[in-house]
């Protein structure tokens, strides 16, 4: 099934609804924290997933990795159902990066017993074979020499250096697919771009896909091949990450953009609409498009019309009634 | 016009478990009044201790071993808790990173208003009008005043604690990390908050971050600090133009730009030094890819490159040809794991 050409990762028409426990919160409604996300990644390829807290990211990564099941639709990696239990294998296919490489370690492990854990876990060589696989995947990580490191815990070692033993230990199994949650945001400026280069050398290499989520578009460009915008639980702007950053159409991507600091400010702080502010925490519309509340391009329509999903481009989807004409040119 | 706030020549010793730590050598910096000064650097740089050096908060493992930081002309360095209390709230207030436990988790936010304002002598009847024209001022519903810490967005709590924090309408607030860890929208609405207040209050600012865009957009001046010294200071938008410091190159190179995703990132190779023992070295040294031998034996002195703007580079001659250098992103990644 290797030799499949087709994706290596398909969402396809996935909802992941919570029943709130009481019926006193949000009026005892399930909150649709995935509503309907469709995408397919190939091999060697990243899609970036953006948003903000409340987007349904974090449900997102946690269907990939199986730790929860789709309400309804269909997740597959490598031509296997994750989550189904007839499929245990598509546990090791997934693997994940977290965002804190001070939490996700073991202090009392060494080195070597961290990324021979999944190994371990699945029953993987002897004990000589576990320890060449480590070693070999922490020179990958480019800790080098890798045997150096066995030994070492992980207070020895600075920020981004656990985090590429982070990475050599999501690796070690060949996984089908990684899932990375904000790998770089607790790392120190001056060494995220190595970080971000070597899971995009990886995920070439050893022809994984990767789900990148992240709440910065400012690094997307330096990692992913393709982008999605996420706005509460719905994809609302998917393409190339260039064209989506350089041509955003979505008014809530081009919001995201616009919100981002940058260097060389030549005018004052970049003013924000009212409208976009007001209604950020706010209950969802029942009907029509789910970020009309704080758009300032809404119009009438867009209180009735749920907007599918339309190509501006090729390969660049947009779900909002106004795209064609919202659309920004690339400088 | 007098500094409001200056570091003369300070240095800071942590006593831990393992040994003193030098977590800030020698900074000379200095905070004119209704300005705002930006301090920039990684984790370790000495930049939170620098904040809480100004505030009198230092942790009791903390210790001033040189210099004085002068608040207002007065001498604050070496002063007691009795004599430090007064100034806290009334002439310099704090802002730190948005988080639950900066707030009393079981009190209102109309409670902890009355008992920030009883602290320091202000009655009730005053605290709740004054909280009221501040929630205004913060772009907070008045009915934010009867809700408790847990049941506001982070956004919201961390408008709140602004609001708090001029209650006794400070001359200078100090905001450690003021929006990290908030979305971007929310981040923006924080920047533009503090932006509007500069102007329509004249606060003096001091802005501790990682990320150097919000201090572009905030910070008439900017410090930056590595391995708790000062490399680099000047106008913020001269600094991160044409950086003088290879450091500063570096960290410039390394922090992305949304308008200009094929720019290249760098990573600087090596990591930051222990702090655990004093060193003659230039603390950039082991990083730094201009390096030379008088880098590893010598510290170098500040010196002035342009009116208003010094460097702490044994090279500073020589920037422009540096800067030039230092554009080939190769040059920075030596293919060493940082």
């Known amino acids: 099934m290797s030799d499949d050409p087709g994706p290596i990762v398909a969402f396809r028409d996935v909802h992941k609804h919570f029943t709130p426990r009481s019926a006193l919160l949000v009026g005892g409604k399930p909150v649709k924290a995935v509503d309907g996300v469709s995408f397919a990644i190939e091999r060697g390829q990243v899609l970036g997933i953006a948003g903000e807290s409340g987007s349904g990211k974090s449900t997102l990564a946690n269907l990939l990795v199986g730790l929860e099941r789709p309400t309804a639709g269909e997740i597959t990696v490598d031509g296997l159902v994750v989550g189904a239990k007839a499929e245990r294998r598509s546990g090791r296919a997934v693997q994940m990066v977290f965002q804190d490489p001070f939490a996700s370690l073991n202090p009392r492990f060494t080195i070597g017993r961290t990324v021979e854990e999944p190994l371990l876990i699945h029953g993987v060589g002897t004990p000589a074979e576990r320890h060449e696989a480590a070693a070999a995947a922490l020179e990958r990580a480019e800790l080098r020499p890798g045997r150096a490191y066995l030994a070492r815990y992980p207070h020895e070692l600075s920020g981004g250096q656990r985090q590429r033993v982070a990475i050599a230990r999501a690796t070690v199994l060949n996984p089908k697919l990684l899932v990375a949650d904000e790998p770089v945001s607790m790392l120190d400026v001056s060494v995220r771009a190595g970080i971000l280069r070597l899971l995009k050398r990886l995920v070439v290499e050893q022809q994984m896909a990767m789900v990148f989520i992240t709440h910065d578009l400012s690094i997307v460009a330096h990692i992913c091949d393709d982008l999605a915008v996420m706005y509460r639980g719905a994809i609302v702007e998917q393409g190339p990450v260039r064209d989506l950053l350089l041509a955003p159409a979505h008014p809530y991507t081009q919001a995201l953009i616009d919100a981002v600091p940058i260097l060389s400010p030549t005018a004052g702080p970049h003013a924000l609409p009212a409208k976009l502010l007001a209604a950020a925490g706010s209950t969802p519309p029942e009907r029509g498009c789910r970020f009309a509340p704080r758009c300032v391009h809404a119009v009438a329509q867009c209180e009735v019309t749920n907007p599918a999903p339309v190509p501006v481009q090729r390969g660049h989807v947009v779900a909002c009634l106004r795209a064609a004409e919202l659309r920004r040119v690339a400088p | ?338």
């Open chain 2, 1 to 338: 016009m007098g500094a409001l706030l200056e570091f003369e020549d300070i240095s800071i010793v942590y006593r831990t478990q393992e040994g003193e730590v030098f977590a800030v050598e020698g900074v000379k910096l200095a905070l004119a009044a209704g300005q705002a000064l930006g301090l920039v650097g990684e984790s370790g740089c000495g930049k939170s201790t620098l904040a809480l050096a100004a505030l009198g908060l230092l942790p009791r493992s903390a210790r001033i071993t040189h210099g004085a930081i002068r608040f207002d002309g007065d001498l604050i360095s070496g002063k007691g808790e009795s004599e430090l209390r007064p100034l806290r709230w009334r002439r310099m207030a704090y802002v730190p990173q948005s988080a639950l436990a900066s707030l009393v988790p079981v009190h209102s936010i109309r409670r902890q208003f009355r008992d920030t304002a009883a602290a320091h002598g202000m009655r009730a009847t005053e605290a709740d009008a004054r909280a009221v024209e501040l929630l205004r001022q913060v772009e907070l519903d008045r009915a934010v005043l009867d809700r408790f810490p847990h049941e506001l967005s982070g956004g919201m709590r961390q408008r709140a604690i602004i609001a708090l924090a001029l209650l006794f309408r400070p001359p200078m607030l100090v905001a450690d990390e003021p929006t990290t860890g908030l979305d971007v929208i929310v981040q923006r609405q924080i920047v533009n908050l503090l932006s509007d207040l500069r102007r329509s209050e004249g606060l003096s600012l001091i802005f501790i971050s990682h990320d150097i865009g919000v201090v572009a957009e905030l910070c008439d001046r900017v410090a930056v600090l590595y391995a708790g010294e000062v490399m680099e200071e000047g106008p913020t938008t001269e600094v991160l133009s044409r950086p003088a410091h290879p450091y500063t190159m570096g960290l410039a190179q390394s922090f992305p730009d949304i308008r200009a995703p094929d720019r290249p990132l760098v990573s600087i190779a090596g990591h930051t030094p222990r702090l655990t023992e004093p060193t003659r070295a230039c603390p950039f040294a082991s990083r730094c890819p201009f390096v030379r031998e008088v880098c590893r034996t010598t510290k170098p002195a500040r010196v002035r490159v342009a009116q208003g703007r010094s460097i702490a580079c044994h090279f500073a001659s020589d920037s422009e040809a540096m800067r030039e250098a230092a554009a080939r992103p190769g040059l920075w990644d030596a293919g060493q794991a940082a």
